[in-house]
């Protein structure tokens, strides 16, 4: 029994023994494509506590459908002191809670020249990809809202109030052939960079 209880407590936090997360499971890893996901970026855990100077802290709500929503009035600078995930410009980040909200975004290569910060903070609600190949990561932000992807996504969630997805069912997933593409990634890019550094002229306008 004291066996059983340890390996149950290392399975870790994303664990879950509903019907709903193996079913999705199940989904998830017979979907089409030549890579799992966990083979094209990694999965970064790091977390730690902002230093006084970060600014533009990102919860749940600061990103949709692939973009990042920075506050375009204020000074940004934060004041939590909580303990926050850690991610920087080339990341996919897409939040666990609520996945029907499609709370998924790819942080642009020149976000920190943008935002003038190389580290971005985020809720400890959201997931960090790191993609292996520095382009792949507009593609994955691609797949992740697509709607086969969103429909496990929206499946496996869990939680009553709080329904949440476990990391393990989408690092588990093949990733469409389509969604690698250079084209289609480069499209991205200029689109997603774009969102970006028009909310910064704005802050600029506003004064």
């Not at 936090?13 to 199940?26: I, K, T, V």
């Not at 600014?55 to 459908?65: A, Q, W, Y």
């Not at 910060?117 to 959201?126: G, I, K, N």
Request: charged residues 20%.
């Amino acid at each position: 029994m004291r066996m059983i209880t340890r390996q149950f407590h290392e399975t870790g936090a994303d664990f879950n023994l509903s019907p709903e997360q193996w079913l999705s499971l199940s989904s998830a890893t017979n979907l089409e494509g030549s890579c799992l996901l966990s083979e094209l970026c990694d999965f970064s855990k790091k977390q730690l506590v902002p230093p006084d100077t970060a600014r533009f802290v990102l919860d749940t709500g600061s990103v949709r459908d692939g973009l990042i929503d920075i506050p375009i009035s204020g000074d940004g600078i934060s004041e939590r002191k909580s303990t926050k995930k850690r991610a920087i410009p080339g990341d996919v980040i897409i939040s666990r809670l609520r996945p029907y909200l499609r709370q998924v975004a790819w942080i642009p290569f020149n976000a920190g020249e943008i935002t003038g910060q190389q580290e971005f903070y985020l809720s400890t609600e959201f997931f960090v990809f790191r993609p292996n190949e520095l382009k792949h990561g507009p593609m994955i932000t691609a797949w992740l809202l697509s709607p086969k992807v969103q429909e496990i996504m929206n499946e496996a969630a869990t939680g009553g109030h709080h329904p949440r997805i476990s990391s393990d069912m989408l690092l588990s997933a093949p990733v469409s052939d389509k969604f690698i593409d250079d084209n289609l990634g480069s499209s991205l890019e200029q689109v997603f960079t774009l969102h970006l550094e028009n909310q910064f002229r704005l802050r600029s306008l506003f004064g």
